[in-house]
């Protein structure tokens, strides 16, 4: 009934009640959490640790600032409290900063309320449009988030003096709604002033002139830890102001970054493939980024971000689908050839840390197989093994590689009798040669690296043989 209402006399009427936006936000999320859902669908790997703080500041009705590396979900959590406000908000008609109807702030709804009372025409704002998000840059001026005088309305024959000359900034046009600013640190210190008054006193002060606009604002920040040090600071005053302060972190099972990979990941079956991850290919690559975030030749100050595997995920299986292409199978399932493919996808998303130069492919291959090894070790028990082994015996090869089809493997069953009971494990309820194909390269691979067959290989050809 509400949100029908064209005049200010017709929502007085319907009961409409006026909250701040701290306290639409708080009712919202009081009444998700005593519903059972989520507050933020989306976000893995925080149930225990980064949420419930979330869910305490804005339950309290604080300002909020995410500290943590890059890709930890800081911007999609921002992002998704915009969903704790209410679907419709009224303002006065015509209002640049979403004026309150029952208590205009500007200049310009304080006069229409006063000449047109309780038939001032209302307008109907939607959540989504009360969210203003800023990427702090060191160019970023007061102007772009408080306001500026507007030269062109003062050549149209305004005084200076006049508050309609103002052209409102970021941060006023964000009034009844939710602005984020990230990367806090990269904004000047002098910038970062401006902003203490909006945390604060809950008002902004536009070059000196005897207008003060009292704002109704969630402010919402992210940063970078070692931005305090590296490209700049958060200024004491201004992180004294926010309520909360909320680290983030990297996934902390592999299981989450696996299930935050597929569900990231663009799909290859919009375009008429037929892909199939197993799981233990998408624990390699999940697993991979772990492996990185503890290695002392990769820059961890930089950090790992998620995006790394969710990048690896999408060059796997498109390396897989090229392949299969190539080889004119129906199934696309990636396999341990594929994982080369990832030195170009994995080069730009870290930074290592090597003595000599050239080295970088050399450490992303070494963690790259310290990674299948991991899986390996998770999924089978080597000295288990041992038949599977003596079958490599009187000089057998197996070739292996991006050129080998999944029938050859097929094939290879019945060659090596022992080799079907670890596949099968492997392979589950898919008995199609594509994950048969992809579960017999990652047994071999993973008797090579534990040391029971040697290999040879030539970019992604191989030949597994006994040692």
Do not use: C
């Not at 375009?271 to 199939?276: E, I, P, Q």
Request: glycine share 8%; aromatic share 4%.
């Amino acid at each position: 009934m509400a949100e029908h209402a064209g005049t200010l006399g017709e929502l007085r009427a319907s009961g409409w009640v006026s909250r701040p936006v701290k306290e639409e936000v708080r009712r919202n999320a009081i009444e998700r959490i005593r519903a059972g859902e989520q507050l933020f669908p989306g976000v893995e790997g925080y149930d225990d640790t980064v949420l419930p703080q979330l869910e305490n500041a804005l339950l309290a009705g604080h300002d909020v600032i995410f500290l943590g590396e890059r890709g930890q979900a800081k911007t999609r959590m921002i992002r998704s409290i915009v969903g704790l406000l209410d679907e419709w908000l009224p303002i006065v008609a015509g209002s640049e900063i979403n004026d309150d109807p029952y208590n205009p702030v500007s200049r310009h709804a304080r006069d229409l309320v006063a000449a047109s009372g309780d038939d001032t025409p209302i307008d109907w704002v939607h959540r989504d449009t009360r969210f203003g998000e800023k990427l702090a840059t060191p160019d970023t001026s007061i102007a772009d988030l408080i306001g500026e005088v507007d030269p062109i309305k003062v050549a149209e024959g305004r005084y200076l003096s006049d508050e309609l000359t103002l052209h409102y900034g970021l941060v006023p046009r964000t009034n009844r709604g939710i602005f984020a600013i990230n990367e806090l640190p990269d904004l000047a210190e002098r910038i970062q002033v401006g902003l203490l008054n909006v945390l604060e006193e809950r008002d902004v002060q536009v070059r000196g002139y005897k207008v003060r606009l009292p704002l109704d604002v969630m402010l919402v920040a992210s940063a970078n830890p070692e931005d305090y040090t590296n490209r700049g600071r958060i200024i004491t005053p201004l992180k004294d102001r926010f309520g909360a302060q909320i680290r983030t972190h990297y996934p902390l099972e592999v299981d989450t970054e696996v299930a935050i990979a597929l569900s990231e990941a663009r799909p290859l079956e919009a375009d008429g493939l037929n892909v199939a991850v197993p799981p233990y290919m998408a624990e390699v690559v999940a697993t991979l980024s772990h492996l990185a975030r503890e290695s002392p030749q990769v820059n961890q100050r930089s950090g790992v971000s998620v995006r790394l595997t969710v990048s690896n995920m999408e060059t796997l299986v498109a390396n897989a689908a090229r392949r299969s292409l190539i080889l004119g199978e129906a199934d696309v399932v990636p396999r341990v050839s594929d994982l080369d493919a990832l030195t170009s996808s994995t080069a730009g998303k870290v930074e290592i840390e090597a003595i000599e130069e050239g080295r970088e492919g050399q450490i992303v291959d070494h963690l790259l197989r310290a990674a299948v090894l991991t899986v390996f070790r998770r999924h089978m028990a080597v000295e288990t093994l041992g038949d599977l082994v003596d079958g490599f015996g009187e000089g057998r090869v197996v070739h292996a590689g991006e050129d080998v089809g999944a029938t050859d493997y097929q094939a290879l069953l019945d060659e090596i009798p022992a080799l079907a009971a670890p596949v099968a494990s492997l392979r589950g309820d898919d008995n199609s040669p594509a994950a048969t194909a992809a579960a017999v390269e990652f047994v071999l691979e993973g008797l090579h690296l534990s040391k029971r067959l040697n290999k040879d290989s030539a970019g992604s050809r191989a030949t597994y043989r006994s040692r």
